[in-house]
């Protein structure tokens, strides 16, 4: 059973910086895709950045891109992603999701695993 626990959210001012974690357990990472999604009160579920497990290729949304790295730690089995330069438009909560097939997704459906979400809170 796949199970993912994000955690690193919290209150943060804006230009600040903050680092999740998801920590991912009970499957073979090795060849997974991983993605970071983000929600924010009364707006759709959107995507924010994804890794290959094997090689480590990433993507962005346009609107992290420059700010955000996602990036992975295959002895920990772990995916992090690093946020600098937060606004408040970067508040939400944030989900890990992990799917078996490889490759960069971006869309939710692609995704079979989700984590419980971690609060992000950008003050000005």
């Known amino acids: 059973q796949v199970q993912l626990v994000e955690s690193g959210g919290g209150l943060v001012q804006a230009g600040g910086s903050l680092r999740l974690s998801c920590a991912a357990s009970?499957?073979?990472?090795?060849?997974?895709?991983m993605g970071w999604f983000r929600q924010a009160p009364g707006k759709e579920r959107e995507f924010v950045a994804a890794?290959?497990?094997?090689?480590?290729?990433?993507a962005y949304a346009n609107s992290v891109k420059g700010r955000f790295t996602i990036y992975r730690d295959s002895a920990k089995n772990t995916v992090y992603l690093q946020m600098n330069s937060l606004n408040v438009e970067d508040t939400a909560v944030y989900y890990c999701?992990?799917?078996?097939?490889?490759?960069?997704?971006?869309?939710?459906?692609?995704?079979?695993?989700w984590g419980q979400g971690t609060q992000v809170t950008v003050s000005s």
């Open positions: 009970g499957g073979n990472f090795s060849n997974y895709g």
């Open positions: 890794i290959t497990w094997s090689v480590g290729r990433t």
């Open positions: 999701a992990a799917t078996r097939k490889g490759g960069i997704w971006t869309l939710i459906s692609s995704y079979e695993f």
